[in-house]
C-alpha cells in the first residue's frame, strides 16, 4: 500500500502501525502528546506483553508539526476526540483519499460528517492493548479485526486495506456489515464501562453471578436499539448479541458471559481502557460518545434504556469526584 498515516499512536493505532511498519509498510504517526512523540523519534515504539517484545523506528510528529498529505488515514483516537481530530488531519488527507476509524463506539458517523461519506471506511478491533507511557504499548491480547465500507459495499480499496491488515492481524476479515459489528461492540462496551466503576478485573467482574442481571440488561438495551435502527448487531470473541434479545432466557445470556470470561481470562490486559482512564490516568471517559448514544437514539424510537442511562450518571459521578470506585457501585445497577 501507499504510504500510510496513523492519527493517534497511543493503544489501538500505536500497536497497528508498529507491526505495518514492521512488516515494511511505510507508516506515520501523529500524537498529541509530546513526549511520546519524543520517544518514538528518540527510541522507537516499543511493543511489551505476552504476544511480542520488539522496538520499531516510526517518523512521529505531534499535528502541529506533520507536513504532507497521504490517501490512507487512520485514525485512532478517543471517540470524544473524534470531530477535533479529523477536522485537524482534513488538511492532510488526498482528495481521492479516506480515513478508516480504528475506534470504539460509532465514530463514523461523526467522521463522514467532516470529509463525506465516500471517503469514510469503517472497522470493528477488539484487540487488546494499553498506552503503558511514552514510547511504550502492551499488547495484551489478540481479538476481533473486521473492516467494512460503511456503505455497505465490498471495494477494491477495501480489499487494499484488508491485506495490509493482515499483516497486523491474521484472522482479520472484510464485512458487509460494519455496522453490525460496531452496534455488538457497544453492548460489550457497556459492560466494560460498568467494570470501571469497580475494582476487579473484566473476567472476574463478569464472572459475578449476582451482576448477571446487569449484564442482561446493558446487552438488552443495546441490541433493542440497534434493532430498532435496523441493525442486526453481531457476536465476536464470546459476546453473542442473541442471548441479549428481549425474549432471550437467562441461560442463554449465562452460557455467553461465560463465554466472554473464558476469552478474557488469559488476556494480559485484565482490566478496561475505560478503568484505566478513571483509576489510572485521572481523566475523562469516552462514555458521552460511546455508550451514551445507545439511550440517545433508544429514545427516538420510544426505547427508555434505563441501564444505560444510570450507568452513564455514575461514570460521570467517578469522574467528577463524587463518587468512589468500588465493586459495590455494580451492584446499583441491577434493574429493580
Known amino acids: ?15 497497528i502501525g508498529a507491526y505495518l511498519a514492521r512488516a515494511g509498510h511505510d507508516v506515520t504517526f501523529v500524537d498529541i502528546v509530546p513526549e511520546h512523540v519524543a520517544a518514538m523519534n528518540r527510541e522507537g515504539l516499543r511493543i511489551t506483553g505476552p504476544i511480542e517484545n520488539f522496538s520499531i523506528r516510526v517518523p512521529s510528529f505531534t499535528p502541529d508539526t506533520v507536513t504532507g498529505t497521504w490517501k490512507h488515514i487512520f485514525l485512532a483516537v478517543k471517540a470524544h476526540h473524534t470531530a477535533e481530530a479529523t477536522r485537524a488531519l482534513t488538511p492532510h488527507l488526498a482528495q481521492d483519499g ?8 460509532l465514530c463514523e458517523t ?5 470529509i463525506g461519506r465516500d ?10 492493548a494499553d498506552w503503558m507511557g511514552p514510547g511504550e504499548i502492551m499488547f495484551g491480547g489478540r481479538g476481533a479485526v473486521v473492516l467494512g465500507e460503511i456503505n455497505g459495499r465490498i471495494t477494491p480499496r477495501l480489499e487494499e486495506l484488508h491485506k495490509v491488515m493482515l499483516d497486523f492481524e ?7 456489515e460494519i455496522w453490525g459489528y460496531l452496534w455488538g461492540k457497544l453492548g460489550y462496551g457497556a459492560m466494560l464501562f460498568a467494570q470501571a466503576l469497580g475494582d476487579l478485573g473484566i473476567a472476574d467482574c463478569l464472572a459475578r453471578p449476582e451482576l448477571l442481571p446487569v449484564w442482561r440488561a446493558l446487552g438488552r438495551e443495546a441490541v433493542e436499539v440497534a434493532l430498532a435502527e435496523g441493525v442486526d448487531p453481531k457476536g465476536f470473541n464470546g459476546f453473542d448479541p442473541r442471548a441479549f434479545m428481549p425474549n432471550a432466557p437467562a441461560e442463554q445470556a449465562r452460557a455467553c458471559v461465560d463465554a466472554m470470561v473464558a476469552f478474557n481470562r488469559p488476556n494480559a490486559k485484565t482490566h ?5 482512564d478513571l483509576a489510572i490516568r485521572k481523566r475523562r471517559t469516552e462514555i458521552d460518545v460511546q455508550i451514551w448514544p445507545i439511550a440517545e437514539i433508544g429514545a427516538k424510537h420510544g426505547l427508555p434504556c434505563p441501564t444505560v442511562r444510570k450507568l452513564v450518571d455514575m461514570i460521570h459521578e467517578v469522574e467528577n469526584g463524587t463518587r468512589k470506585m468500588t ?3 455494580l451492584l446499583e445497577l441491577i434493574p429493580a
Open 98 to 105: 479516506y480515513v478508516l476509524s480504528a475506534q470504539n463506539g
Open 272 to 276: 478496561s481502557g475505560v478503568w484505566r
Open 1 to 15: 500500500m501507499e504510504p500510510i498515516l496513523i492519527w493517534g499512536a497511543g493503544a489501538i493505532g500505536g500497536t
Open 327 to 329: 465493586d459495590d457501585n
Open 110 to 114: 461523526v467522521i463522514q460528517r467532516i
Open 119 to 128: 471517503r469514510t471506511v469503517g472497522s470493528f478491533v477488539n484487540f487488546s
Open 170 to 176: 491474521p484472522g482479520a476479515v472484510t464485512t458487509t
